[in-house]
């Protein structure tokens, strides 16, 4: 079965400053990984995905996450914050190749990310 | 950019009354799912629909709903005689389903039943 744990629920950091938001994952074959954000009373925005090609992947605004297999993991981070990305992130997995074959995404409970000026 | 539309953005509800929730998905797109995040907690799988029938449905997808594609391009939700557990945002989403490409799933930007 697979599961999406994130670490942190609420990260605070200063505008300028490096963000590190973490994800780990379980799935039984090789899945399918991706970072929503999520603006306040706005809906699900598309940063990154990793399918299976290269594991550094870069996404929208400046973002990138880093597929470890060994780790099971898939952090997000971004050189410097803007106040612009505070928002809500949600890590999610997929199994294109599962037996449900539907596509169906597997959220985890979300990071807020609050940069301060 | 295409991008999948949801009405009403906002809706409020006696308990035991019966809502739909309409979806635009984008036009090439074949399957198309239905989300829902309560306040304060994570986003939950509903159902995923293709071709005109529904492929998976999670245990929240009971029988109080359903879903239908009326008319070939809006995606309904129904939910009949709603509970105060009901109240939540709704997220409609759509994809094209590429194997190769992994499924990038493209959400609406919701819509809030309140449930009184």
């Known amino acids: 079965a697979q599961s999406v744990t994130q670490l942190d629920s609420h990260v605070s950091v200063s505008e300028g400053t490096p963000v590190l938001l973490r994800c780990n994952y379980s799935s039984s074959y090789s899945p399918s990984l991706f970072w929503y954000v999520q603006h306040p009373n706005k809906g699900l925005q598309l940063l990154l995905k990793y399918t299976s090609a290269a594991t550094l992947v870069k996404g929208i605004n400046g973002f990138e996450a880093e597929f470890k297999k060994s780790e099971t993991s898939f952090h997000l981070t971004k050189p410097s914050a803007h106040m612009s990305d505070a928002a809500e992130y949600f890590c999610?997995?997929?199994?294109?190749?599962?037996?449900?074959?539907?596509?169906?995404?597997?959220f985890g409970q979300g990071t807020t990310l609050q940069v301060k000026p | 950019e295409p991008e999948v539309t949801q009405t009403p953005s906002h809706q409020v509800t006696q308990m035991g009354q019966e809502v739909i929730l309409r979806c635009v998905p984008i036009?090439?797109?074949?399957?198309f799912y239905w989300y829902r995040q309560i306040l304060g907690q994570k986003v939950e799988f509903l159902v995923s629909f293709y071709n005109n029938e529904i492929s998976e449905k999670s245990e929240i997808f009971d029988d109080q709903f359903s879903v239908e594609r009326p008319d070939g391009s809006n995606f309904t939700l129904k939910i009949r005689s709603t509970k105060l557990e009901d109240s939540a945002m709704y997220f409609c989403a759509s994809s094209d389903w590429g194997r190769l490409s992994g499924n990038t799933i493209y959400f609406g930007e919701g819509s809030w039943l309140t449930v009184v």
């Open positions: 036009s090439n797109h074949l399957y």
């Open positions: 999610v997995v997929s199994d294109p190749f599962g037996s449900s074959n539907t596509g169906k995404l597997i």
